[in-house]
Every structure is written in structure tokens, then in C-alpha cells.
């Protein structure tokens, strides 16, 4: 039997894909497992800049200050009656440290009170975000 005898006959050929789409949810899982999250504040945050800034973890506790006094964490404001309760809660899960990211033109006394629960609140390690100069 040639070969054009072989393509003309009624037999099908089945392509068995399952073993791709296995890969693809492999790679798919892999991907999703090694991608660090950004965690964001939720608000617009004008940083002031130093000329001491470093890269710090990302694997922290963002929390933001906006120019108008209000913490805010995910997105929500919290308070800053409620960084306390919030940091303790986070450290329990993981200890990491604790970034406040405060607008340039907010004011230094919510910063040190911000700075002050979360201390109380079991931070070891406590940042201001700056940008780079």
C-alpha cells in the first residue's frame, strides 16, 4: 500500500490534545504561583523625594496618608484608630515590615501617630516610601 492509497482510505486519525491542555494548565498554575502581587493604597499618593531611598520587599504592608490626614489600606480608609488592629492581624499571618507611603504635603504629626500604632501594633521594621532623586 503506497501512501496516497493510505490518506485516500476511511480510517480517521484522532490527535489526542489532552496532554497539551494539561501543559497549558500546568504553565498556566506555575505563572500564577510565582507572580508577586503589587498591592496598591488606593489613593494618589505625591511621595517626596530623597536622596537616601532604597528598594524595599515587596512582600510589606502598604499603608498611604493621604494630603488630607485620612489612612487608607486596600483601598479603604481605616483610620488611624484602626493600623493598630490591622497590623497585628497582618503580622499574625507573616512577619513583614510595615510602608507608609505619605503624601508629600500631609501632615508630619498623622505620619508619627501612623508610625507610633503601627509600632504598638507589633512592627518591627517601619518605612516611609520616598522616590529617588
Request: glycine letters at 14%; hydrophobic letters at 45%; a positive charge.
Given at each position: 500500500m503506497n501512501r496516497r492509497q493510505?490518506?485516500?482510505s476511511n480510517d480517521t486519525v484522532?490527535?489526542?490534545i489532552s496532554p497539551l491542555i494539561d501543559m497549558m494548565f500546568l504553565l498556566l498554575i506555575f505563572?500564577?504561583?510565582t507572580t508577586a502581587f503589587v498591592e496598591e493604597i488606593g489613593i494618589e499618593i505625591q511621595k517626596p523625594k530623597a536622596a537616601s531611598a532604597q528598594t524595599l520587599e515587596k512582600q510589606s504592608i502598604m499603608l498611604g496618608v493621604s494630603q488630607n490626614?485620612?489612612?487608607?489600606?486596600?483601598?479603604?480608609?481605616?483610620?488611624?484608630r484602626g493600623?493598630?488592629?490591622l497590623v497585628s492581624r497582618m503580622l499574625k499571618e507573616q512577619n513583614?515590615?510595615?510602608?507608609?507611603m505619605a503624601d508629600e504635603s500631609s501632615k508630619s504629626g498623622i505620619v508619627?501617630?501612623?508610625i507610633d500604632?503601627?509600632?504598638l501594633g507589633g512592627a518591627k521594621i517601619v518605612s516611609i516610601a520616598t522616590e529617588a532623586q
Open positions: 493510505y490518506l485516500k484522532d490527535i489526542n505563572f500564577i504561583v490626614g485620612s489612612v487608607v489600606y486596600g483601598g479603604k480608609e481605616i483610620g488611624i493600623v493598630r488592629g513583614r515590615p510595615v510602608i507608609i508619627v501617630k501612623v500604632e503601627c509600632k
